[in-house]
């Protein structure tokens, strides 16, 4: 089966600045990479995803590219605000089958 | 905005008790996935169904989790008799999923907001 990677397990970061979380993954057939976000006590929510034939796909201060040859996907967050403190998960799927998380990024935006 | 429900929200038993959790689908869904959330372990794939039939259980402890999905609007997932170890946050997610076609959106997954629970 797949199995998902990801780094780091916390991260801190400065309000203003840049984060960076990255996932591997081992199945070249998964096809769809959608990123969730959890604050404390909620429910998992996406946040952005892409599919395998796109290389990059943004949505305000939040990116993710998709490297295929290298099977790995990052999630960037720019200009971090402290509302952006949350654990962050990746996936991957292989169309429209089970989803495989990663093991989950808890981020801190220090003010 | 359509959300996936679940219920009970939290549940306190004790050891021994049968526990039993429910989810609503959003309506048009046809994939229902049963997670479990811990600390250690994070999302943990318990069970997963397309239009009602059981495609994967493997991770379910089958001596004592059950899950069902009696009807389209309604996945249960039993546990007969808890433990303590058996503590944890049980989400329900579900999406609209057809496999194999590459199609676009059709592939998000929405999460319930989880059962909150306790063995004593």
């Known amino acids: 089966g797949e199995n998902v990677e990801q780094h780091p397990s916390t991260l801190s970061v400065q309000e203003g600045d840049s984060a960076v979380i990255k996932c591997t993954y081992s199945d070249s057939a998964s096809n769809y990479f959608p990123w969730y976000k959890q604050e404390l006590g909620k429910r998992p929510q996406l946040i952005i995803d892409?599919?395998?034939?796109?290389g990059e796909k943004k949505d305000q201060r939040i990116a993710v590219t998709l490297n295929k040859t290298a099977k790995h996907f990052s999630l960037h967050i720019t200009e971090t605000q402290p509302e952006d403190s949350a654990v962050y998960f990746c996936a991957a799927s292989v169309a429209g089958n089970q989803f495989y998380f990663g093991t989950g990024t808890s981020l801190t935006v220090i003010p | 905005d359509a959300r996936v429900t679940q219920t009970p929200r939290h549940k306190v038993t004790e050891m021994g008790q049968e526990v039993t959790m429910r989810c609503q689908p959003i309506l048009g869904h046809n994939t229902v996935f049963w997670y479990r959330q811990t600390m250690m372990q994070g999302l943990e794939l318990l069970a997963y169904?397309?239009?009602?039939?059981?495609?994967?259980d493997s991770g379910m402890p089958k001596d004592r989790f059950s899950a069902e999905m009696p009807d389209a609007t309604l996945a249960t997932l039993k546990i007969q008799p808890s433990e303590p170890r058996d503590s944890a946050v049980y989400f329900c997610a579900s999406g609209f999923l057809v496999a194999g076609t590459g199609r676009e959106n059709n592939e998000k997954l929405f999460f319930g907001s989880g059962t909150q629970l306790s063995v004593l």
């Open positions: 892409i599919r395998s034939n796109v």
């Open positions: 169904f397309r239009n009602r039939a059981p495609l994967d």
